[in-house]
């Protein structure tokens, strides 16, 4: 036996996906949402658990990434990762919403964002970097990108999104699954989770909400512009370290030789 492997009697039960929702509570949020094709809670979370190995594939990418910049001493583009799987209350309640087919079918056709990364990035520069080493993998295939860098929501809001897919191996074969990545710098994500919380937070008069949100605007612009100074200083400093990724790009063997 390997000395950390663990003995066979002490391997943990694999919890359902979708958290501590007992069948009475599950039971309820079919009935809140009409959902009847939902009502058999196993084979959704057979689906859930696939997004969540679909969501491990992309974290353990981009944590390799991580590792390798750090490794090699060269300033790391990643600031820190965040991930989250849907709720089931969210998901049935965005079918719903949006009038798609409360099915499982309908799910897995129709939402894009049950797996969810989030890459918080030191520098705009670095959020296209990391989207294209991630984007350029070849098991990795992009579905859609939204990029509210170069085109900002009305708002303020800016991120780039991407939503790619990943195939999970299951003992059936490939199954190949949305992952939604949100790429942001530091000073995006600090906007953004503000903006988020004036959003969600339902005891705040309409007049304040208005006079608030113009404000955000106004920073957003204003930390736009700072950002742009900043990356420009950082593109000029950083010249050296790019060359020094460049040089060494191919230290690492890519493949394995196998004989037999
Ligand atoms: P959804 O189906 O709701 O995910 O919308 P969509 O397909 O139009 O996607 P979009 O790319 O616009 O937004 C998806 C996600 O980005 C949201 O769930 C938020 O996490 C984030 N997001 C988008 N717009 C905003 C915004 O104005 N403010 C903040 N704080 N977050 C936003
Ligand atoms: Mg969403």
């Not at 953004?192 to 208005?210: F, G, M, Q």
Request: glycine share 4%.
């Amino acid at each position: 036996m390997l000395n950390d492997e663990h003995p066979s009697g002490s391997r943990q039960a694999v919890q359902p996906v979708t958290g501590s929702l007992s069948s009475s509570q599950y039971e309820s949020l079919i009935h809140k949402f009409g959902a009847t094709g939902f009502s058999d809670q196993r084979s959704l979370e057979a689906l859930m658990q696939v997004y969540s190995g679909a969501m491990r594939e992309v974290r353990a990418k981009l944590e390799n990434l991580d590792e390798e910049f750090s490794y090699r001493s060269l300033p790391n583009p990643i600031h820190h990762i965040e991930y989250r799987l849907k709720s089931v209350e969210s998901i049935l309640g965005k079918l719903h919403r949006r009038g798609l087919p409360m099915t499982l079918e309908g799910m897995r056709n129709n939402l894009r964002d049950i797996a969810g990364i989030r890459v918080i990035c030191n520098y705009i520069d670095d959020v296209y970097s990391v989207s294209d080493m991630i984007s350029r993998q070849s098991d990795v295939n992009i579905l859609r990108v939204k990029d509210y860098i170069k085109n900002p929501k009305p708002n303020g809001y800016r991120s780039l999104h991407v939503i790619l897919t990943v195939p999970v191996f299951l003992s059936d074969g490939p199954h190949v699954t949305p992952v939604e990545v949100q790429f942001r710098t530091i000073a995006m994500d600090y906007w953004a989770s503000l903006e988020h919380e004036l959003r969600y937070k339902n005891n705040i008069p309409d007049k304040d909400i208005a006079r608030h949100s113009a404000t955000l605007l106004a920073c957003a612009h204003e930390l736009a512009h700072v950002e742009g100074q900043m990356d420009g200083i950082h593109h000029d400093i950083e010249a050296d370290a790019r060359k020094a990724l460049e040089e060494t790009k191919d230290v690492l063997p890519r493949t394995i030789d196998v004989r037999v």
